[in-house]
């Protein structure tokens, strides 16, 4: 990792949800131009962490530092601004809406017209075939493509920081690779990525580092290669 100081630490995260404490004290970082996976059972509380990050819900302490500010406090519009975008688990694209019109709700808080057209010309080279597509209903492209266009969406605010929780889920092999071979591209043309992904093994193949998580703490933390080599996750999480 490099020396600077990082795009986004978390020092120390707790997450309740009422009674539920879902994250008991996490502390990572994340530098400019990394791709970091979060791994971890269910239940164990990476897409909280993922939306604790962007401010819903909110952390009950601990800090969370986004370009050396601190971003916990801030509402979730505000964090969009400063450059973080969430592809949430189930891709919650709209059906009733053209791929277009879903596109176009990327760029709610941007009024920079020139720079959105140009961004939407370097979605459609990522997502050839979203452009095809534009006029068609969300709800009727198969489950790949609403995943393609959730993270389509995403890019459309221009984020710095993309956060995408299990991109692979529910999608045939080939799409998984697909999709992951979009997030490295993604990664490659300059933005930092923290991934959470069940198929840890695609997640830690693509990502240099990772951290785990079990019943909301972080376990073990270090490069992919090394994880991948641990016995106690490999047996837990990498199917032996
Ligand atoms: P999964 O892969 O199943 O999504 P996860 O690692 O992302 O798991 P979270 O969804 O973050 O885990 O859940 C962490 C804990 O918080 C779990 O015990 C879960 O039951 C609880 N939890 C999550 N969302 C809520 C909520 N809205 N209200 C109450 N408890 C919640």
Not at 124 to 145: I, N
Not at 164 to 190: C, H, T, Y
Not at 217 to 236: E, N, P, V, Y
């Amino acid at each position: 990792m490099s020396k600077a100081s990082p795009l986004l630490a978390l020092e120390d995260v707790h997450t309740f949800y009422g009674r539920v404490h879902a994250l008991k004290g996490i502390s990572l970082t994340i530098a400019k131009g990394e791709i970091v996976a979060l791994i971890g059972a269910n239940g164990a509380g990476k897409s909280t962490a993922l939306m604790t990050i962007c401010g819903r819900p909110n952390s009950g302490s601990g800090r969370i530092l986004f370009r050396g500010e601190e971003i916990n406090s801030l509402d979730t519009d505000r964090i969009v601004r400063l450059g973080i975008s969430l592809v949430p688990e189930g891709r919650h694209i709209f059906p009733r809406m053209t791929v277009r019109e879903n596109l176009d709700l990327g760029t709610y808080l941007r009024s920079d017209h020139i720079e959105i057209a140009r961004d939407l010309d370097q979605v459609f080279d990522l997502f050839p075939l979203l452009k095809e597509r534009t006029k068609q209903l969300a709800g009727t492209l198969s489950g790949g493509e609403q995943q393609m266009l959730a993270i389509a969406r995403a890019l459309m605010s221009r984020p710095r920081l993309l956060l995408l929780d299990e991109p692979s889920m529910g999608l045939a092999p080939l799409l998984v690779k697909q999709i992951f071979s979009i997030i490295a591209e993604i990664n490659r043309s300059g933005t930092t990525i923290l991934l959470v992904e069940q198929n840890a093994f695609m997640a830690l193949k693509i990502a240099a580092r990772a951290y785990v998580m079990a019943t909301g703490l972080i376990t073990h933390s270090g490069s992919s290669s090394q994880i991948l080599l641990d016995d106690t996750i490999r047996a837990a999480y990498l199917g032996g």
